[in-house]
């Protein structure tokens, strides 16, 4: 079956740095897209990046710039690097694989709260 974990979340004070990992597993990863979310509280979810099976990637305006996200095909993880960290940027940040087969995965979701 299909699973996603996330890990790296923590506490971090503004202009720092973070880098979550998401490790996947139960499906051909090197095929699919593979996406970060994130929620603030009393937010909606929202897209934060997109890394295409060709290597493309696709940022939200609000963090183009300053957060990377890249993959390994050969861990079967994608990573999301984190710089210049904001407050505005606390928030639970999901993996997710947003189409295999009919339907999209998340997982569980890892806590970012930036700080002083």
């Known amino acids: 079956q299909v699973q996603l974990v996330e890990s790296g979340g923590g506490l971090v004070q503004p202009g720092g740095s973070l880098r979550l990992s998401c490790l996947a597993s139960?499906?051909?990863?090197?095929?699919?897209?593979m996406r970060w979310y994130r929620q603030a509280p009393g937010k909606e979810r929202e897209l934060v990046a997109h890394s295409s099976p060709t290597g493309g990637t696709n940022y939200a305006s609000s963090i183009e710039g300053r957060f990377t996200i890249s993959r390994d095909n050969t861990k079967n993880t994608v990573y999301l690097q984190m710089n210049s960290l904001k407050p505005e940027d606390t928030a639970v940040y999901y993996c997710?694989?947003?189409?295999?087969?009919?339907?999209?995965?998340w997982g569980q979701g890892t806590q970012v709260t930036v700080s002083s």
């Open positions: 997710n694989a947003p189409l295999i087969g009919v339907r999209s995965y």
């Open positions: 139960g499906f051909l990863f090197s095929n699919y897209a």
